[in-house]
C-alpha cells in the first residue's frame, strides 16, 4: 500500500515536499515514480527512481525545479518541488511495482491515493 501525502495550495515561485509511504508488498525494491494528472489531461511522467536511489530521471517540464529521492530505511520516496508554477496544478500519485526501468504508468502496478497540488499565481 501507498500513502502519498505532503499536497496542499500554495502561491507561483513556493516549494512543496510529497511524501510517499510504503508499506507491505507494493514492490518498491524496484522503480518507483510520481506521477501527475492535471483535469481534463491523462495521467503523466514527473520523476522515477531506482530502489537503490543512485539513479533519477525527471520530465523535462520539471527538470531543475523537483528532486526525487527515496529512504529505503523509511520505505519513502520524496518529491521536492520549487519554484512551483501554475501548470504544475494537478493530482501528484506515486507509484511503484515497476520491474524495468520505465516512465509508462502501465508499467506500475501500486499507485498511492493521490495528493492534490494547487499552484495559484
Known amino acids: 500500500q501507498l500513502r502519498d501525502s505532503g499536497g496542499g495550495l500554495v502561491h507561483t515561485g513556493d516549494s512543496l515536499r510529497l511524501s510517499c509511504a510504503a508499506s507491505?508488498?507494493?514492490?518498491?525494491?524496484?522503480?518507483m515514480a510520481w506521477f501527475r494528472q492535471a483535469p481534463g489531461k491523462e495521467r503523466e511522467f514527473v520523476a522515477r527512481?531506482?530502489?537503490?536511489?543512485?539513479?533519477?530521471d525527471h520530465a523535462d517540464s520539471v527538470k531543475g525545479r523537483f528532486t526525487i529521492s527515496r529512504d529505503n530505511a523509511k520505505n519513502t520516496v520524496y518529491l521536492q518541488m520549487n519554484s512551483l508554477k501554475s501548470e504544475d496544478t494537478a493530482v501528484y500519485y506515486c507509484?511503484?511495482?515497476?520491474?524495468?526501468?520505465?516512465?509508462?504508468?502501465?508499467?506500475?502496478?501500486?499507485w498511492g491515493q493521490g495528493t492534490q497540488v494547487t499552484v495559484s499565481s
Open positions: 527512481i531506482l530502489w537503490s536511489g543512485i539513479i533519477s
Open positions: 507491505g508488498r507494493t514492490g518498491t525494491r524496484y522503480t
Open positions: 507509484a511503484a511495482g515497476a520491474t524495468k526501468w520505465s516512465r509508462d504508468p502501465e508499467d506500475f502496478g501500486s
